[in-house]
């Protein structure tokens, strides 16, 4: 390759790309940096995207602590819950005034503090699809990345080696969690990230424009397993740390 690249390869030294998953690395950043982002950058656009008209002007929750969107989207209103120590990190790693109301789940249930029926856009990458319903509005929508399953459509988009059945169960689950959110005249959709060039090259813009920053957390060769192991274990466990993990597989 003539330029610095960045895509999607997830953890491995090798990875065979079509020329579509990989795009000119943002100029203003290193590839530690770069390689933080196309993760989680990929699948909150993912996301929003599913939001029909967007979610310029609209209020949004992010539960699991995404909170980023108006920078980038517009949103006309962001909440998010974090644990105690995140709080004063909003403001320095997102910027003042990017989100409107911090929750502090540890010391009060989200489900419980935001009024009812006040969101228009309910982001949850932790599960709470179910918990939350009571906040949305009536013709909001949940986008979830972790907690009900995706359909047996989306699992094939991304791999076609999906066994029939597995396919067809997951499309009846995904059928059952759509009628029952949809009793509260809330539509629901997930996210199963895949790559995508175009998704990528905005995320380099809006990097390139400074609306929008990776925050590397742990940096780790790939070399140290027992690292790699231990964040590993502690992502597991649903305590995220601050900042992406990274793992650095360029040799000294
Ligand atoms: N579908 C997809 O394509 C896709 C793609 C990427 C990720 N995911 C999934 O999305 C989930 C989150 O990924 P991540 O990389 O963001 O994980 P992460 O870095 O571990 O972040 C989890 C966040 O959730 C917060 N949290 C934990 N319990 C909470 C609660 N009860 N209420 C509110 N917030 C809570 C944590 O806050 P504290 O650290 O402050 O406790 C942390 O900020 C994972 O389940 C992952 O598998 C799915």
Same mark, same amino acid.
């Given at each position: 390759m003539k330029s610095e690249k960045y895509g999607?390869? $997830? #953890?491995?030294?090798y990875a065979l790309l079509t020329e579509t998953l990989v795009v000119s690395k943002p100029k203003n950043l290193n590839f530690v940096e770069a390689a933080a982002l196309p993760m989680v950058a990929l699948t909150a656009i993912q996301m929003l995207d599913k939001v029909p008209g967007g979610v310029e002007g609209k209020t949004w929750c992010g539960v @699991?602590?995404? $909170?980023? @969107?108006?920078?980038?989207?517009?949103?006309e209103k962001v909440i998010t819950t974090v644990s105690t120590r995140k709080i004063p990190m909003i403001d320095e790693f997102l910027?003042?005034? =990017? =989100?409107d109301e911090m929750i502090d789940y540890t010391k009060v249930n989200p489900a419980k503090t935001i009024p009812q029926?006040? #969101?228009? =856009?309910l982001i949850d990458s932790i599960g709470a699809t179910f918990s939350s319903l009571?906040?949305?509005?009536?013709?909001g929508m949940v986008v979830a990345c972790a907690g009900p399953p995706c359909s047996g459509r989306d699992l094939k988009n991304i791999s076609t080696d999906v066994p029939f059945l597995v396919e067809k169960i997951l499309n009846l689950v995904n059928a059952v969690v759509r009628w029952w959110v949809g009793r509260y005249q809330v539509r629901f959709d997930t996210v199963l990230m895949k790559s995508n060039g175009g998704a990528l090259e905005r995320i380099k813009m809006w990097v390139e424009e400074g609306r929008l920053r990776p925050v590397v957390g742990t940096v780790l060769k790939f070399v140290d397993l027992e690292g790699i192991k231990g964040e590993g274990e502690r992502i597991m466990m649903g305590k995220g740390g601050v900042g992406k993990v990274v793992i650095d597989i360029i040799a000294d």
């Open positions: 999607t390869g $997830a #953890i491995s030294e @699991g602590g995404c $909170a980023n @969107g108006e920078n980038a989207y517009g949103a910027g003042k005034g =990017v =989100v029926n006040s #969101i228009d =856009v009571a906040l949305l509005k009536k013709g």
